[in-house]
């Protein structure tokens, strides 16, 4: 590790675009057309994930605070291109990221990036209602529904999980499997989630991290070709590189008939060994 990796810090901020993720495949995302959200330097918000049933400005996203060293997970508002409302919306024990939403009979969920806890909870929405999802440390889990079946994309952490991707099958929401082709990515570009599945044309497709050249340095867009209890293929479509003056890129979601992601600029702070001192001791 460097010495610039010491003594500067990741500062990642909400951001949104008038494109939907159609357009994003063609087009790639023009920035200049975008809206950042920038916040203090004592925190920042990353991870930002939206669902109908929150209304049509708000979103659930990570909130990063740099003195504790610790992930919550926060509700903003980002009507008008304004950040307003923010309420801590879920605080554990440990770190929490990642929040992905997903409606099951009926109710919102939310399965949250929990691995420091060595596990993976599900929560109601509504009441935050907790129960365990798997017992294991899944990272940066996404579910999709098709063709009566739940699948789950979702690193493990065991050290490879910015670049080997793992597939989970159930068809009751239960009793996960893991599927026969998993690990269905084993390199850095891609091997990431970075956002929900999606449809376009009755096509699928996945958001993957490039972690090529570190941790979050853009999205890979992936067309599934073949999703199956016996068969998992890709094929990559698009790479979207952070705009200019920004680090890094990694999650990306619809947002409305938006879209909403994230970027991440870097900042000296002579505190950061002090900080990753913290963070290793009590994580």
């Known amino acids: ?150 699948w789950l994309f979702a690193g493990l952490q065991n050290g490879k999980q910015n670049e080997e991707l793992h597939l989970f099958v159930s068809k009751d929401f239960e009793n996960w499997e893991k599927h026969s082709s998993s690990p269905i990515c084993v390199t850095a570009i891609g091997g990431r989630m970075a956002g929900n599945l999606f449809n376009v044309d009755n096509e699928l497709y996945r958001l993957g991290q490039n972690c090529k050249k570190g941790y979050g340095k853009g999205v890979v867009i992936f067309k599934i070709t073949s999703l199956s209890q016996d068969l998992y293929a890709e094929e990559e479509v698009a790479r979207i590189d952070p705009p200019e003056g920004y680090s890094g890129f990694h999650t990306i979601n619809q947002f409305g008939d938006k879209i909403v992601f994230d970027v991440k600029k870097t900042y000296f702070s002579a505190l950061k060994p002090l900080r990753r001192i913290k963070r290793k001791l009590f994580s």
């Not at 063609?26 to 991870?47: P, V």
């Not at 440990?94 to 409606?103: A, R, T, Y």
Request: some cysteine.
């Open 1 to 150: 590790m460097g010495l610039f990796n010491y003594f500067y810090e990741d500062h990642w901020m909400i951001g949104t675009a008038p494109f939907n993720l159609s357009e994003v495949i063609q087009n790639g995302i023009d920035f200049e057309k975008a809206t950042f959200y920038a916040t203090s330097k004592e925190y920042y918000y990353a991870d930002p994930f939206w669902h109908s049933s929150l209304g049509h400005d708000n979103i659930i996203c990570e909130r990063f605070d740099f003195k504790s060293q610790h992930g919550s997970l926060s509700k903003l508002n980002l009507a008008d291109g304004k950040l307003s409302n923010e309420k801590t919306f879920l605080k554990e024990n440990w770190h929490l990221s990642f929040p992905f939403l997903i409606e099951i009979d009926g109710v919102l969920k939310m399965i949250p990036e929990s691995s420091y806890n060595k596990e993976t909870t599900i929560y109601n929405v509504n009441d935050l209602k907790a129960k365990l999802f798997l017992n294991s440390a899944l990272v940066d889990p996404i579910v999709y529904f098709y063709n009566d079946t739940y």
